[in-house]
């Protein structure tokens, strides 16, 4: 068995890995073909795609309507014996549809922001969802999958 087949991730664990309140770094394809890369958090959409919010005048918009595609990584680890990650080369879909942002905005309070400051409550629903009118949706259909963990390496083949 190769190396490369050892540190892959089964479907469980990238989902696994997926599941945890990671940053997702994005790359997209600027106008002068150089990526674009920037640090988002990332949930799940109501049809249970990754996807992320921004703001949609913001750079990674004006490159996803040009050219809707993008290469997403998600990692984590310091030292080489403990790096694990799952790359994500995917087509886009933008929304505005309000529906999806606000249960994306809800999705990444919950995600990001409840374990510090306690549960999503209907008092705060008002102001995430005020939060996503300058915001679009970008929903992110995988085509390919790529991942790793290191720690595997310490586990004879």
Same mark, same amino acid.
């Given at each position: 068995?190769?190396?490369?087949?050892?540190?892959?991730?089964?479907?469980?664990?990238? !989902?696994?890995?997926?599941?945890?309140?990671?940053?997702?770094?994005?790359?997209? &394809?600027?106008? !002068?073909?150089?990526?674009?890369?920037?640090?988002?958090?990332?949930?799940?959409?109501?049809?249970?795609?990754?996807?992320? /919010? /921004?703001?949609?005048?913001?750079?990674? &918009?004006?490159?996803?309507?040009?050219?809707?595609?993008?290469?997403?990584?998600?990692?984590?680890?310091?030292?080489?014996?403990?790096?694990?990650?799952?790359?994500?080369?995917?087509?886009?879909?933008?929304?505005?549809?309000?529906?999806?942002?606000?249960?994306?905005?809800?999705?990444?309070?919950?995600?990001?922001?409840?374990? &510090?400051?306690?549960?999503?409550? !209907?008092?705060?629903?008002?102001?995430?969802?005020?939060?996503?009118?300058?915001?679009?949706?970008?929903?992110?259909?995988?085509?390919?999958?790529?991942?790793?963990?290191?720690?595997?390496?310490?586990?004879?083949?």
């Amino acid at each position: 068995m190769s190396q490369r087949d050892r540190i892959r991730m089964t479907d469980e664990e990238i !989902d696994a890995f997926l599941d945890a309140p990671r940053v997702m770094n994005v790359a997209t &394809i600027g106008s !002068d073909d150089r990526p674009h890369l920037v640090a988002m958090w990332y949930s799940t959409a109501p049809d249970g795609r990754l996807a992320f /919010t /921004t703001y949609r005048s913001s750079q990674k &918009i004006v490159n996803l309507r040009r050219r809707p595609v993008l290469t997403a990584m998600i990692e984590d680890g310091e030292r080489y014996e403990e790096l694990r990650g799952v790359q994500l080369k995917c087509d886009v879909e933008l929304s505005d549809d309000p529906t999806v942002l606000n249960a994306l905005g809800e999705a990444s309070y919950t995600r990001y922001h409840a374990p &510090i400051s306690g549960p999503l409550t !209907d008092d705060m629903r008002p102001f995430i969802h005020a939060g996503m009118a300058k915001r679009i949706a970008v929903l992110l259909d995988v085509v390919e999958v790529a991942s790793w963990d290191h720690a595997k390496l310490a586990v004879p083949a």
